[in-house]
Nanobody, 126 residues
């Protein structure tokens, strides 16, 4: 059974840093392009960041440029997201997702990802 389990969500203050983790099981993690998405109430699911299955190429949403880092540890079957200088508009449920198609570039569409975690709530207070 494929499982993606996010952790690290909670209440943070604007301007602080946020660290999220996603532990994967049931997949060959080394072939999985991993991504983070987020969804705020009443909003569409939004791409945050992705990291390729091989080569380490990363991609970030414009709102995250110079403010976030996605990384992975294949030995731990884990992917991480660090967000710096968080803003109230970062408040959302953050989801970890896996794409096993071995793309040549990271994908930004949620439809490209077949496996999803349950999400972890991040609330940023001002």
């Amino acid at each position: 059974q494929v499982r993606l389990v996010e952790s690290g969500g909670g209440l943070v203050q604007a301007g602080d840093s946020l660290s999220l983790s996603c532990a994967a099981s049931g997949i060959t993690f080394s072939t999985a392009t991993m991504a983070w998405f987020r969804q705020a109430p009443g909003m569409e699911r939004e791409f945050v960041a992705a990291i390729m299955w091989t080569g380490g190429r990363t991609l970030y949403h414009d709102s995250m440029r110079n403010r976030a880092t996605i990384s992975r540890d294949n030995a731990k079957n884990a992917v991480y997201l660090q967000v710096y200088r968080v803003k109230p508009e970062d408040t959302a449920v953050y989801y970890c997702a896996a794409d096993l198609s071995r793309p040549t570039v990271p994908r930004v569409s949620h439809t490209a990802y077949e496996y999803w975690g349950q999400g972890t709530q991040v609330t940023v207070s001002s």
